[in-house]
């Protein structure tokens, strides 16, 4: 069989003009040659020497089979396709082969292209062989063939690679002439599978394989129906096959339905999930529900809508995939489907039909008068309202409700709602749920009936157009809607979720749940915009700024469109209207005068037309009042009178033509003789007369309505123009008048020359008297005759004079009434104009007005947004700033607390002013010469001038329970002199400074403990000043003033300053604290000065030592409370200081820098600190980088007159700031001091003495742990004891 169909394909090769048509198209293959399995089809046949190798041409012939596949595939594809081509074969050779199974494989080999595509052109060129040869063979194989490559190329899509091809070979075979096919069945299956392939290629790839009900319908030439139904559920049946597009089917509904409006019509496929024993209400045939029923919450619908180029049949095939079964709109039959199967439904079942409505409201759909178009948008708003898509008040939902109800039930409403009741159980069907939750169903149907009312007398038509005409009135009326999440939104104006509303006025934005309108951006707005496949984005004004705002969906490229399109139909619209524009002013410029009106005039219908589409525009928008809307309608209804009035002139004019006519027809056919002509002449002079006087009493009339109307203007024009050409017939009746009169006076010239020949002749005298008698009767007849002609002839000038005269002035009054109608018309057409700029500025005005309470609204909502976001500022600093200082306190960091007083009266007098801002609890700033910024300051705490000695105590009183704790705590005060340091530490007796309060709170403690029998407590204390770098004890007894003991700054084991010899004064209540701090502040060395009245000249430390026993555990605990009042650094030349003042401000200045010197060193972390410099920084050493918790206060002045001292007091306490210090407690148990005795009993008995007090070193002060571990510097071994004093823990 293969030598035999390969010495049949050598023949036709031989001879390739004997073969089918379309042979001239295999040359495209010839590129495509290494596509193909030659190679394998080659092996399969035996080639003689020197054959020519194989082209795809010689596999593509009917009858030859190959051993693989035609083209060269994947192994698995490979092993399908050898099946596909001996399938076909056999449905077009073996002819007992049934329709069913001739499906049925079909149905098969097109489910293989859909599983692996690489088959779908192996399919194509399998079937293209079974039609390349087969016209030698049987006539009946042929068709068959081609039946089936019909089936195929309308079933399969080819790829870009052999689509051309295929294209080209069909093309030539159906528009092939010669006689090569069997007939024209045969010839016409050749056109449809061309027609099919066209429109596959077209179209692209199908979702889903050709079933076998859609094969036996083509092939049969069938065509199929489906259902598609209507906003209102009734439905259309549109027929369709394999083929049949979406695109296709819109026409095809819109002509079953006589639409003739139809672009912005599309078909949408909707989607029903239906919950357990859902159903709505019962749908008779058209497809309505009962008044009853009510909405299903379980439902929820979802609408698509549907391309051009997708196949219908994809579509319903979709459908027919969904849980609930067949569609309802598959077949006519769905409906008993779905009710037999209806225990099949479950929550997640859906139902799925063909919808058909609008896609987009476009600009100029209000000038469509098509009632099927206004029915169908009616549908659309009607539904887009009840799903909530137009939010509304209550006022505007009773008024579209009662439009609908009287669009749908007419004026009878009390015939089909006859109680309130029934009106109620309708609702749902008029207004949205969320709506009708606002108010009681019986409120609501008060309401609209009473609504309903005042709209009795409109038709449906007009309650359709008014429900059409407020949704358009909305700022979102007719947008499309698209759910999009917000990804950018530079100004806070959107929530997360948000819903965009496109419509001709620009995007919307709403709140998704319930629909709540948020904000609008007009077209003018938005400057740009664009999408990706996942995002879309817009740059647009707002509140007159430009910001970029993105939103995540993946209908971006739908919102763009939607979007340009409304501009397109913006820009067209005022394109079109400067057009009309220029042409009705160069229009009303062209015209004017008797002459310049238009000879041909539109007829009345087109006046009509133009009205009717004027009273349209008028009342379309929306915009206007009802008083424009009202003089609009009489103006067109005055219109068409007049326009019913000039077609009564206009016939009128007709009449006097034929009569015109009609006496010059017969004045022309007058006797000969001049009697019958003077009689005629004077019978027409009558009828003239009579004639000239009627058109003057219509020429009245006709002015008189030439002012009522600019269409009567033509007319009268007419009129004049008839007048004159009846004058022109007058004056050449008169000449031919005129003329016969001096044709008969030549007659009598002759007469009289004839009787005077017979005077001079020879004739009979009586004879001749006779004559002579006869022709003077004659000639005084023809005489009296021709005078009488003369004067009727006079007459008739004289009338025509008239005539003319009237006629000049029926011209001129004319003239004069064309000038004015020009003017009425200029004015007209000026109102007309300003009406349009009016209802502009309106429409701007409430745009403005709208953008403006937008504007207004963000404005406000981004203040209190930014307040809040103020007030938490605020508060996170705060907190944030007291977390830190808490978490820098846990460190070691000393604290400082800045505190300002009031100005002074000195400095009110200078007229100084307050220098310093404190914009927070935390902060200190004040102005720095010429720098723009205020310079700032941190510290833990800021006092201002209206603090309170009682608040800056409450932030201060840890301390006290801190020294019971065992800690070493120092309060110390610095700055300026007169500055309010010594207030703030001792102040006086209205109010007691830190020193007494804290003492007061040392009592209250001890007694509190001692009361509770917690714990016992023995309190000593002393009290130093530092003046003029000697130290004095102010508590020395009056007998050893003389001679005083030598005082020296030590640091005791535990690290803590110590000064041996001083004044120790044990104390036992609050009274004999206050003492001594009496005794010595009245014994310390003050002076007045220029900056102070009272100003400290020496350095006050006050220390008072607690040593606190448990009860319970009989620990001993250590602690020591310091208050240290330095003195003031001044500048002598605002102090005025002369002699020892002087001398006591050179002091304190000197023992402030060296106080200086060893902060910088602390701050800067250097190994050497300068302590040993000075005596105060020596007694400050355990306060400054020790083991102590320290309070710096550094009081300043306000005025800004002292601003640089203030400024450089400020930079010192923020140095200090940086400072750590190692604070620890001082606690020691019983066992701990039995050791400590016994291991001084011990040393005594070595001989050697215990140093308990060290001298202070320029080193980072530090604690002695226990009695010889040093915590970060080491101190070498006592002499004499082995080991060191570091082994002592260990014994």
């Not at 029903?272 to 929820?300: A, H, I, Y």
């Not at 309108?517 to 707002?542: C, T």
């Not at 005629?680 to 006087?693: P, R």
Request: proline share 4%; hydrophobic share 35%.
């Amino acid at each position: 069989e293969n030598d035999r169909a390969v010495g049949d394909a050598a023949g036709r090769q031989g001879s390739p003009h004997k073969l089918c048509p379309g042979d001239e198209a295999f040359a495209a293959l010839d590129a495509l040659a290494e596509r193909f399995n030659l190679q394998a089809f080659a092996e399969g046949r035996r080639l003689t020497r020197g054959s020519a190798h194989p082209t795809p041409a010689d596999l593509l012939v009917f009858g030859v089979t190959t051993p693989g596949s035609i083209l060269k595939l994947s192994p698995e594809a490979s092993a399908k396709s050898g099946k596909m081509r001996p399938a076909l074969q056999r449905l077009v050779t073996d002819p007992t082969v049934p329709p069913d199974e001739t499906d049925a494989t079909l149905v098969k080999l097109c489910k293989e292209t859909h599983k692996r595509p690489e088959l779908r052109d192996e399919l194509l060129l399998a079937a293209l062989a079974l039609t390349r040869g087969c016209d030698l063979t049987d006539p009946l194989v042929c068709m068959r063939a081609w039946d089936i490559m019909h089936c195929v190329c309308a079933s399969v899509t080819p790829t870009e690679t052999f689509a051309p091809f295929l294209g080209d070979y069909l093309g030539r075979c159906a528009g092939d002439q010669k006689p090569t096919f069997a007939g024209a069945a045969q010839k016409q299956l050749v056109q449809k599978a061309f027609a099919a392939h066209k429109r596959c290629a077209k179209n692209g790839v199908r979702r889903h394989p050709v079933d076998c009900e859609l094969f036996s319908a083509l092939r049969n030439d069938v065509r199929l129906t489906t259902r598609v139904y209507f906003l209102d559920d009734t439905f259309e049946e549109v027929p369709y096959d394999v083929l049949t597009t979406v695109g296709d089917a819109t026409p095809s509904l819109a002509l079953a339905i006589k639409l003739k409006e139809y672009k912005t019509f599309g078909l949408f496929a909707s989607k029903r999930s239906l919950s357990l024993g859902g159903g709505g209400g019962d749908v008779g045939k058209d497809g309505n529900e009962s008044c009853d029923s009510e909405p299903n919450d379980g439902e929820k619908e979802t609408e698509r809508a549907l391309k051009d180029h997708e196949y219908l049949v994809d579509v319903l095939l979709d459908f027919k995939k969904l849980p609930s079964g067949l569609p309802a709109s598959a077949n006519p039959n769905a409906a008993s489907y779905q009710n037999n199967g209806g225990a099949r439904k479950t929550p997640d079942a859906l139902h799925a039909k063909l919808v058909f409505k609008k896609r987009m409201f476009r600009e100029g759909d209000e000038l469509v008068t098509d009632s099927v178009f206004v029915t169908l948008s009616y549908l659309q708003v009607k539904h887009d309202f009840l799903v909530g898509n137009y939010p509304v008040n209550p006022d505007d939902a009773v008024k579209l409700a009662a439009f609908q109800i009287a669009a749908e039930a007419g004026p009878g409403l009390e015939r089909q709602t006859e109680t309130l009741r029934d009106l109620r159980g309708c609702l749902p069907r008029f207004i949205p749920g969320s709506l009708l939750k606002q108010k009681s169903g019986t409120e609501w149907a008060r309401e609209i009936t009473q609504r309903h009312e005042l709209i009795r007398n409109d038709s449906k038509e007009e309650c359709k157009l008014s429900v059409l005409k407020m949704v358009r009135a909305l700022p979102y009326g007719g947008a499309l809607f698209f759910a999009v999440t917000k990804i950018e939104d530079p100004i806070g104006l959107l929530p997360g979720k948000v819903t965009l509303g496109v419509n001709k006025r620009g995007v919307h934005f709403f709140r998704p749940t319930p629909l709540t309108y948020l904000h609008s951006a007009e077209l003018r707005d938005i400057m740009q915009f664009g999408s990706s496949q996942n995002a879309v984005f817009f740059k647009m004004r707002v509140a007159g700024v430009l910001h970029v705002f993105q939103f995540e969906t993946a209908c971006g490229e739908e919102v763009c469109v939607a979007l340009q399109t409304h501009i397109n139909d913006v820009m067209t619209k005022r394109y079109n209207e400067t057009k009309d524009l220029g042409k009705k002013e160069g229009k009303v410029r062209g015209g004017g005068g008797v002459g310049g009106s238009d000879p041909d005039p539109a007829t009345p219908k087109e006046n009509g037309g133009r009205g009717d589409r004027g009273g349209t525009n008028g009342s379309g928008g929306g915009g206007e009042s009802p008083e424009l809307r009202r003089v609009l309608v009489a103006a067109n209804r005055k219109i068409e009178e007049l326009s019913s009035e000039r077609v009564s002139l206009r016939n009128e004019r007709d009449g006097l033509r034929e009569k015109l006519k009609e006496l010059t027809k017969s004045f022309e056919t007058k006797t000969e003789t001049q009697a019958d002509l003077f009689e005629t002449q004077d019978s027409e002079m009558h009828a003239l007369t009579l004639e000239l006087s009627e058109l003057r009493l219509r020429l009245g009339d006709a002015e008189t309505q030439r002012l009522q109307s600019e269409s009567t203007l033509g007319d009268s024009d007419t009129r004049v123009g008839v007048l004159q050409k009846r004058v022109a017939e007058i004056t050449a009746a008169r000449d031919s008048e005129c003329e016969k009169a001096r044709v008969a006076d030549s007659q009598a010239r002759t007469l009289e020359r004839e009787l005077h020949k017979l005077k001079t002749s020879a004739v009979d005298t009586s004879a001749l008297d006779d004559l002579r008698e006869t022709l003077e009767r004659e000639k005084g007849s023809l005489t009296s005759r021709l005078a009488e002609t003369d004067e009727k002839l006079k007459a008739v000038e004289f009338k025509f004079a008239d005539a003319e005269s009237e006629l000049a002035r029926v011209t001129r009054d004319l003239t004069s009434t064309s000038n004015v109608l020009r003017e009425l018309r200029l004015e007209t057409e000026s109102s007309k104009k300003d009406l349009q700029e009016l209802s502009e500025l309106r429409e701007m005005k409430r745009d403005v007005e709208r953008q403006d309470t937008q504007t207004a609204a963000i404005i406000h909502r981004q203040k209190q947004s930014l307040e809040l976001l103020e007030v938490k500022y605020r508060e996170e600093s705060v907190l944030r700033k007291g977390l830190f200082n808490a978490i820098e306190d846990m460190k070691g960091k000393i604290r400082v607390y800045a505190r300002t007083r009031p100005l002074s009266r000195k400095e009110i007098g200078e007229k100084q002013t307050f220098a310093l801002v404190l914009p927070d609890q935390f902060t200190m700033e004040h102005a720095w010469k010429d720098e723009k910024k205020n310079r700032a300051y941190a510290f833990d705490k800021t006092f201002g001038a209206a603090s309170t000695q009682d608040e800056v105590f409450q932030d201060t009183k840890y301390l006290v329970q801190s020294a019971f704790d065992g800690y070493n705590v120092c309060i110390f005060a610095y700055g300026q002199t007169g500055s309010g340091k010594t207030h703030t530490v001792y102040g006086d007796a209205e109010n007691p400074g830190l020193t007494p309060r804290a003492m007061a709170e040392v009592t209250r403690i001890i007694a509190a403990g001692e009361k509770a029998g917690k714990f016992s407590v023995k309190t000593k204390a002393y009290m130093l000043e530092l003046y003029q770098e000697q130290i004095g004890d102010l508590l020395l007894p009056a007998e050893q003033t003389k001679h005083p003991p030598k005082l020296e700054i030590k640091k005791d084991a535990k690290g803590w300053v110590t000064v041996p010899n001083a004044t120790s004064v044990e104390l036992t209540s609050k009274s004999d604290i206050m003492q001594i701090i009496d005794k010595g502040l009245k014994d310390r060395r003050t002076t007045s000065t220029k900056m102070n009245v009272e100003s400290s000249r020496s350095h006050l430390i006050f220390s008072l030592v607690l040593e606190t026993t448990d009860l319970q555990t009989q620990n001993v605990t250590r602690g020591k409370l310091s208050f240290v009042d330095l003195a003031g650094s001044e500048r002598v030349k605002k102090s005025g200081a002369v002699g020892d003042t002087m001398k006591e401000a050179q002091a304190i200045n000197k023992s402030l820098s060296a106080l200086g010197d060893v902060i910088s060193a602390l701050a800067d972390e250097k190994q050497h600190i300068p302590y040993r410099n000075h005596k105060l920084t020596m007694l400050m050493s355990d306060s400054l980088g020790g083991n102590a918790k320290t309070l710096m206060f550094v009081n300043v002045s306000p005025s800004d007159g002292n601003l640089e001292e203030t400024q450089n007091s400020l930079t010192y306490a923020t140095r200090v700031r940086t400072i750590k210090n190692s604070a620890s407690k001082d606690v020691a148990d019983k066992e701990m001091r039995r050791l400590r005795s016994a291991l001084a009993s011990w040393r005594q008995r070595a001989g050697e003495l215990e140093a308990e007090n060290m001298d202070i070193e320029n080193c980072v002060q530090t604690e002695i742990v226990g009695d010889g571990l040093v915590a970060r510097k080491s101190i070498p071994p006592a002499k004499g004891l082995a080991g060191g004093v570091g082994r002592l823990p260990n014994m």
